[in-house]
C-alpha cells in the first residue's frame, strides 16, 4: 500500500515542492527574519503534501476518464501507472487525495492565525488549483499555462516565506517569478508527449488548442526567460550577487530551448530534453535557496 501511495503521490516529482518551500524560507531568512524550527518543518510538510494531493487528484480523475488506459508512459508524462496497475484502490487514491488536502489546510490555517490573513489568499489559491487542476483547469489552455507556475511561484515560494518568517521580501518575490515561469515550462514540456490521449479525453491544454508550434515557441521561451529575470534581480540588488549561481540551471534552460528550437514539430521531444528540463527546474530553487542562505 506504500508503494501505491507514492506512486499517486508522483514521489520522483515531490522534491520540487520541498526546495521551492525551502526556498521561500530561505528568502524569509534572508529579508531578516527569525525562522522557528518547527515552523520551517510544518511549511516543507504542508507543501510536499500539497504537491501529492494535486498530484493524486490528478491520478484519480485521469483513471476515471480513461485517460491512463491511452497515454503511453515516459518517466516524465502519462501518469504513474499505479491505478491501471491496481484499478481496485481507486476509492484509495480519492481518499489520500482528500486527506493529504485536508493536512495541507490545516497546517495552512495555522500560519494564517500566527501570520494573519495575508496569507489566507495564497492558501486559498493553492487549495483551489490543487482541487480544479485536472477536472476544470486544463480545459482552459491558458490557464492551464499558468496555473501550475502560480502554484510552485506565488503560492509556494512566496506563500512559505510568509507563512516561516512573516514577511514575502524582495528576494521572495523575484524567486516566486522565477520559478513561475520554469514550473510552467516542466508542466508545458511534459504535456507534449501525451497531446494525442488529452484530446480525446478533453483536454484543452496549449498544444491542443493551439498547435504544438506554438507550444514549443511558448516553450523556448519559457525556458529563456528565467535567465533574463535573474540577471535583472542581480543588477538591481533585489537579489544578492551570490544569487548568480543559480545561472547554471538558467543556462542549461536555455540550452533545452535551442535544442527544442532545432527541433522539426515532426520530432517528438527527446527524453533527454526533457530530463534536463527536470534537472534544471530541481537545481534552480536549490541554487538560490544557497545563496539566499550563504548571503544572509
Known amino acids: 500500500m506504500i ?9 520522483p ?3 520540487l515542492s520541498l526546495l521551492c518551500a525551502l526556498l521561500g524560507i530561505a528568502a524569509a531568512h534572508y529579508a531578516g527574519s527569525s525562522i522557528r524550527l518547527a515552523d520551517a518543518v510544518l ?21 476515471r476518464s480513461g485517460l491512463d ?24 487514491a480519492l481518499g489520500w ?15 494564517i492565525r500566527l501570520r494573519g490573513w495575508m496569507l489566507g489568499s495564497l492558501g486559498a489559491m493553492g487549495a483551489l488549483l490543487v482541487i480544479a487542476y485536472t477536472p476544470l483547469i486544463n480545459r482552459w489552455p491558458w490557464t492551464c499555462l499558468l496555473a501550475p507556475g502560480i502554484g510552485f511561484g506565488p503560492v509556494l515560494v512566496l506563500g512559505s516565506s510568509v507563512a516561516a518568517g512573516g514577511s514575502a521580501g524582495a528576494a521572495a518575490g523575484w524567486s516566486a517569478a522565477i520559478m513561475a515561469v520554469m514550473t510552467s515550462g516542466l508542466l508545458l514540456a511534459n504535456q507534449q508527449p501525451d ?10 491544454h496549449l498544444a491542443i488548442s ?38 547554471f540551471p538558467a543556462i542549461l534552460a536555455i540550452a533545452n530551448a535551442l535544442g527544442l528550437w532545432r527541433l522539426s514539430l515532426a520530432e517528438a521531444l527527446p527524453l533527454a530534453l526533457l530530463g534536463r528540463n527536470v534537472v534544471a527546474c ?5 541554487c538560490l535557496a544557497v545563496a539566499l542562505l550563504l548571503a544572509a
Open 3 to 11: 508503494r501505491f501511495l507514492l506512486g499517486i503521490s508522483r514521489a
Open 13 to 15: 516529482f515531490l522534491p
Open 43 to 63: 511549511v516543507v510538510l504542508a507543501a510536499v503534501l500539497a504537491h501529492a494531493s494535486v498530484n493524486a487528484f490528478n491520478e484519480y480523475f485521469d483513471f
Open 69 to 92: 488506459l491511452k497515454t503511453v508512459r515516459t518517466p516524465f508524462s502519462g501518469g504513474s501507472g499505479s491505478l491501471p496497475a491496481a484499478p481496485g484502490y481507486l476509492h484509495l
Open 97 to 111: 487525495a482528500v486527506l493529504t488536502l485536508v493536512v495541507t489546510v490545516a497546517i495552512g490555517l495555522y500560519f
Open 195 to 204: 497531446v494525442e490521449a488529452d484530446r480525446s479525453v478533453g483536454r484543452r
Open 210 to 247: 493551439y498547435g504544438e508550434a506554438l507550444a514549443r515557441r511558448v516553450l523556448v521561451a519559457l525556458w529563456c526567460l528565467p535567465a533574463v529575470l535573474l540577471a535583472l534581480a542581480v543588477s538591481l540588488g533585489q537579489l544578492p550577487p551570490l544569487a548568480a549561481l543559480a545561472i
Open 282 to 286: 530541481l537545481a534552480m530553487p536549490l
